[in-house]
């Protein structure tokens, strides 16, 4: 009889430890492998050699209160955060607002309006949205111009050589995008035209814009407008850099919108077609809106590096966001107090900034249907 | 019989399309002369004769940094302080891509680290530096923390040959002492290169045959270090070295870094490589589980599955934004001038234009300086776009 062959089963294999639970979290997260223990430590001490201190001396040992630069002598410990107190109307609203008392009330209620408005924007299911969107774009800025420049109604005309802040940083950007919007879309359907001449005047525009450095710009702007204008011709430094602005970020529009544009099947433009339509009628009804919503991320991106790069026309001596807080700390009263300044400057940009950055990530998530995880 | 209808003319789609380009055509020419022609008559109207003549002046101002040529106050002409200029801007460049694209990697890859507190500190980073002004950074950096945190010459922070101070930072320079044995090792190094090429076709070959691996890697860099120090030898130690020397203000001769350049390369680094940072994680990202899950099925190991696998489809997303990143890097030198590092658009946008009131020549130049290098990336884009699509079946 031949020897039979007898299964011997391995033996069973110990149980897990712990798969569950704060303790095997740790485990598998923070200590998984000799590599990843060790960095967990540098990581670790880096952490608490840094931050700690830090959150001391930004807030728990600061001075919030006072009206003068004593208090803050006094205790060195922490971050002097009374002169960001002291001067918070001429960092959000500038030197005109903040000289005249009774005249807050004009960016602040601007800024509650826009707030208003842009806030039920940002959730799906509001009712009306397409209304809010007309008010925003189309009747804010109205209201912005009469409110903020004044000069009729009963109200008095603001300076704009004292326009500053954020308040200033606000309205370049916004005026960027609402200028650049509709110039980029048609940059963006003139790149993608089949006419060689319309196609090659979008492309040198776009490229050359977006080739150029936006401090070169600028300087372009606020240099060399004035001579591109018959005498007499005159704009203030505002309206330069706007203009400036509005010419750069048009480009940078137009790329995003083409891109939407290629994400759209020939099919659609062919079905259009057969049905009768003519280009523009087909563009508007059918291509536009399938564009726009697809590359609205990218245009948030856009106006996210717009947003950022507004605060280089401190260089050409307007009083932004940035200036205005780097003149403050940087004034007889509060000299020495850059980090301050600009820890504070850098926080609203920063709040700004990350906030749309999540929103159009959000939406990105959302618009792509066909997402595979 | 079929009756043939005519088209009107004005409905016929190719005499419309002609038309339209025809009124688009002379529409820009018109705008572009008459801005041509205002711009002219201002010139004219304030004095300013445009024109090329100003290049040899000579421009009353000094330049403090120019590595690479010499700038003498009282000769350099205007066209001279162009070159500085530009020179400015490559070397401020070339810093900060090096330097971002190691710290950019470095951080997207710990992005992606199973270790949770490694991950969440790369996201904080990205997410921080991302989102506050460039501007902002390179301010802070410069007036709020290295300018009054850093030491007065006399009390330099030492590393070795090299000092940190208040104005900048101060190395050692390499000087050519013997041109004769510099260029004997030279030739050496030249013939060490040229053997380790042939070395690596070699053994590519013998890998393709027998399936047997050598590191080449790991033999080239040992090769390439011992070997070059062992050549430098032979060849008489042709080099010497400028060491920086405290003088009464500040340290002489050596090389030596402004502490504007310092700032502006330690911020246009850290915000640059926040954004490689993305571009990496989103590269590895996009290389589907199922290519890692293939190559473990076909027998290849952890290293050779990251290596062959994993990191060239990673590398082929990741390489054209990283592209783009440069060329926004290089642009955003020039907020340069805030800090009052002699780049391009300081000295020759800013001083020279101010000095000479030749805005017309001055902006175009500057502007074509740009134009050149965004056009030369994205030659470099599409070439690089061509050849991965060949590749890929």
């Given at each position: 009889?031949?020897?039979?062959?007898?299964?011997?089963?391995?033996?069973?294999?110990?149980?897990?430890?712990?798969?569950?639970?704060?303790?095997?979290?740790?485990?598998?997260?923070?200590?998984?492998?000799?590599?990843?223990?060790?960095?967990?430590?540098?990581?670790?001490?880096?952490?608490?050699?840094?931050?700690?201190?830090?959150?001391?001396?930004?807030l728990?040992?600061a001075?919030w209160t006072g009206t003068?630069?004593?208090?803050?002598?006094?205790?060195?410990?922490?971050?002097?955060w009374t002169f960001i107190n002291v001067r918070l109307e001429q960092i959000l609203f500038g030197l005109y607002f903040a000289s005249k008392p009774d005249e807050l009330w004009r960016p602040t209620l601007i800024f509650i309006l826009f707030f208003a408005l842009l806030l039920p924007l940002l959730f799906e299911k509001t009712p009306g949205k397409k209304w809010l969107s007309i008010t925003l774009l189309g009747v804010f800025p109205v209201v912005f111009y009469f409110v903020v420049y004044g000069g009729s109604f009963g109200i008095p005309q603001s300076n704009t050589t004292q326009w500053g802040g954020f308040l200033l940083t606000f309205a370049l950007a916004f005026v960027g995008i609402l200028l650049a919007l509709p110039?980029?879309?048609?940059?963006?359907?003139?790149?993608?035209?089949?006419?060689?001449?319309?196609?090659?005047?979008?492309?040198?525009?776009?490229?050359?814009?977006?080739?150029?450095?936006?401090?070169?710009?600028?300087?372009?702007?606020?240099?060399?407008?004035?001579?591109?204008?018959?005498?007499?011709?005159?704009?203030d430094k505002v309206v330069?850099a706007m203009i400036?602005i509005t010419?750069?970020q048009?480009?940078?529009t137009?790329?995003?919108?083409?891109?939407?544009?290629?994400?759209?099947?020939?099919?659609?433009?062919?079905?259009?077609?057969?049905?009768?339509?003519?280009?523009?009628?087909?563009?508007?009804?059918?291509?536009?809106?399938?564009?726009l919503?697809?590359?609205i991320p990218?245009i948030v991106n856009t106006f996210i590096a717009l947003f950022k790069d507004t605060s280089l026309v401190s260089?050409?001596?307007l009083l932004d966001l940035l200036n205005m807080a780097q003149t403050a700390a940087?004034?007889?009263?509060?000299?020495?107090?850059?980090?301050e300044g600009y820890l504070f400057a850098g926080f609203i940009y920063w709040a700004f900034c990350y906030g749309m950055s999540r929103y159009s990530q959000n939406l990105?998530?959302k618009?792509?249907?066909?997402?595979?995880? | 019989?079929?009756?043939?209808?005519?088209?009107?003319?004005?409905?016929?789609?190719?005499?419309?399309?002609?038309?339209?380009?025809?009124?688009?055509?002379?529409?820009?020419?018109?705008?572009?002369?008459?801005?041509?022609?205002?711009?002219?008559?201002?010139?004219?109207?304030?004095?300013?004769?445009?024109?090329?003549?100003?290049?040899?002046?000579?421009?009353?101002?000094?330049?403090?940094?120019?590595?690479?040529?010499?700038?003498?106050?009282?000769?350099?002409?205007?066209?001279?302080?162009?070159?500085?200029?530009?020179?400015?801007?490559?070397?401020?460049?070339?810093?900060?891509?090096?330097?971002?694209?190691?710290?950019?990697?470095?951080?997207?890859?710990?992005?992606?680290?199973?270790?949770?507190?490694?991950?969440?500190?790369?996201?904080?980073?990205?997410e921080?530096?991302?989102n506050v002004p460039?501007?902002l950074?390179?301010?802070?950096?410069?007036?709020?923390?290295?300018?009054?945190?850093?030491?007065?010459?006399?009390?330099?922070?030492?590393?070795?040959?090299?000092?940190?101070?208040?104005?900048?930072?101060?190395?050692?320079?390499?000087?050519?002492?013997?041109?004769?044995?510099?260029?004997?090792?030279?030739?050496?190094?030249?013939?060490?290169?040229?053997?380790?090429?042939?070395?690596?076709?070699?053994?590519?070959?013998?890998?393709?045959?027998?399936?047997?691996?050598?590191?080449?890697?790991?033999?080239?860099?040992?090769?390439?270090?011992?070997?070059?120090?062992?050549?430098?030898?032979?060849?008489?130690?042709?080099?010497?070295?400028?060491?920086?020397?405290?003088?009464?203000?500040?340290?002489?001769?050596?090389?030596?870094?402004?502490?504007?350049?310092?700032?502006?390369?330690?911020?246009?680094?850290?915000?640059?490589?926040?954004?490689?940072?993305?571009?990496?994680?989103?590269?590895?990202?996009?290389?589907?589980?199922?290519?890692?899950?293939?190559?473990?099925?076909?027998?290849?190991?952890?290293?050779?599955?990251?290596?062959?696998?994993?990191?060239?489809?990673?590398?082929?997303?990741?390489?054209?934004?990283?592209?783009?990143?440069?060329?926004?890097?290089?642009?955003?030198?020039?907020?340069?001038?805030?800090?009052?590092?002699?780049?391009?658009?300081?000295?020759?946008?800013?001083?020279?234009?101010?000095?000479?009131?030749?805005?017309?020549?001055?902006?175009?130049?500057?502007?074509?300086?740009?134009?050149?290098?965004?056009?030369?990336?994205?030659?470099?884009?599409?070439?690089?776009?061509?050849?991965?699509?060949?590749?890929?079946?």
């Amino acid at each position: 009889m031949p020897d039979a062959k007898i299964f011997v089963p391995a033996p069973d294999r110990a149980p897990p430890l712990n798969t569950l639970g704060p303790v095997a979290w740790v485990r598998e997260n923070l200590f998984g492998s000799v590599s990843s223990s060790v960095a967990t430590l540098i990581f670790l001490y880096l952490f608490f050699s840094y931050v700690p201190p830090f959150v001391e001396w930004a807030l728990i040992n600061a001075n919030w209160t006072g009206t003068d630069r004593s208090i803050c002598e006094a205790n060195t410990a922490g971050a002097c955060w009374t002169f960001i107190n002291v001067r918070l109307e001429q960092i959000l609203f500038g030197l005109y607002f903040a000289s005249k008392p009774d005249e807050l009330w004009r960016p602040t209620l601007i800024f509650i309006l826009f707030f208003a408005l842009l806030l039920p924007l940002l959730f799906e299911k509001t009712p009306g949205k397409k209304w809010l969107s007309i008010t925003l774009l189309g009747v804010f800025p109205v209201v912005f111009y009469f409110v903020v420049y004044g000069g009729s109604f009963g109200i008095p005309q603001s300076n704009t050589t004292q326009w500053g802040g954020f308040l200033l940083t606000f309205a370049l950007a916004f005026v960027g995008i609402l200028l650049a919007l509709p110039i980029g879309i048609l940059l963006a359907l003139g790149r993608r035209s089949e006419l060689p001449v319309i196609r090659s005047i979008c492309v040198i525009y776009i490229e050359f814009w977006r080739g150029t450095p936006l401090i070169t710009i600028l300087f372009m702007a606020s240099v060399m407008l004035p001579l591109f204008f018959p005498a007499g011709v005159e704009f203030d430094k505002v309206v330069r850099a706007m203009i400036g602005i509005t010419m750069f970020q048009s480009a940078y529009t137009a790329e995003a919108v083409r891109g939407g544009l290629a994400a759209i099947p020939k099919g659609q433009a062919e079905a259009a077609m057969a049905l009768g339509l003519g280009y523009w009628k087909r563009t508007i009804f059918i291509i536009l809106p399938q564009a726009l919503k697809i590359s609205i991320p990218s245009i948030v991106n856009t106006f996210i590096a717009l947003f950022k790069d507004t605060s280089l026309v401190s260089i050409i001596g307007l009083l932004d966001l940035l200036n205005m807080a780097q003149t403050a700390a940087r004034s007889v009263e509060w000299r020495g107090y850059d980090i301050e300044g600009y820890l504070f400057a850098g926080f609203i940009y920063w709040a700004f900034c990350y906030g749309m950055s999540r929103y159009s990530q959000n939406l990105e998530r959302k618009l792509d249907t066909n997402r595979r995880n | 019989m079929i009756e043939r209808t005519r088209i009107p003319l004005h409905r016929d789609p190719k005499v419309r399309a002609m038309l339209v380009q025809a009124l688009a055509l002379i529409i820009v020419i018109y705008g572009f002369y008459s801005l041509f022609q205002t711009t002219v008559d201002n010139l004219v109207a304030r004095g300013i004769q445009t024109g090329t003549s100003f290049f040899d002046e000579v421009a009353p101002f000094q330049i403090g940094f120019s590595p690479f040529f010499d700038y003498k106050l009282g000769e350099s002409t205007y066209i001279d302080v162009f070159f500085v200029g530009i020179q400015n801007t490559i070397l401020v460049a070339v810093l900060g891509i090096i330097a971002a694209t190691l710290l950019g990697f470095f951080i997207g890859v710990i992005r992606l680290s199973p270790n949770w507190l490694v991950a969440r500190g790369a996201l904080v980073y990205i997410e921080i530096f991302r989102n506050v002004p460039l501007l902002l950074q390179i301010m802070f950096w410069n007036f709020a923390i290295f300018l009054p945190t850093l030491p007065a010459p006399k009390k330099s922070i030492e590393m070795g040959a090299f000092y940190l101070n208040a104005r900048g930072f101060h190395t050692p320079l390499p000087v050519i002492e013997d041109s004769a044995g510099f260029a004997v090792w030279m030739l050496l190094l030249v013939g060490l290169v040229a053997g380790l090429v042939i070395f690596a076709r070699r053994a590519k070959v013998r890998f393709q045959e027998t399936g047997q691996r050598l590191p080449v890697l790991w033999i080239s860099l040992v090769a390439i270090v011992l070997g070059g120090y062992a050549l430098y030898k032979i060849a008489g130690s042709p080099l010497g070295f400028d060491v920086p020397v405290l003088g009464r203000f500040n340290f002489k001769g050596g090389g030596q870094l402004p502490l504007p350049l310092f700032s502006l390369w330690f911020a246009l680094t850290l915000y640059t490589a926040a954004f490689i940072a993305e571009n990496v994680r989103a590269g590895i990202q996009s290389v589907s589980y199922g290519q890692t899950e293939a190559a473990q099925a076909l027998g290849l190991s952890r290293r050779d599955t990251i290596r062959l696998v994993t990191i060239p489809q990673a590398l082929r997303v990741i390489i054209p934004p990283t592209i783009s990143q440069y060329l926004n890097l290089t642009k955003n030198s020039s907020l340069a001038v805030a800090v009052g590092y002699e780049e391009l658009v300081a000295v020759w946008a800013g001083i020279t234009l101010n000095q000479t009131g030749q805005a017309l020549v001055i902006i175009g130049m500057t502007v074509a300086v740009y134009e050149c290098l965004s056009l030369f990336t994205s030659f470099v884009l599409n070439w690089y776009n061509k050849r991965i699509q060949l590749t890929e079946r």
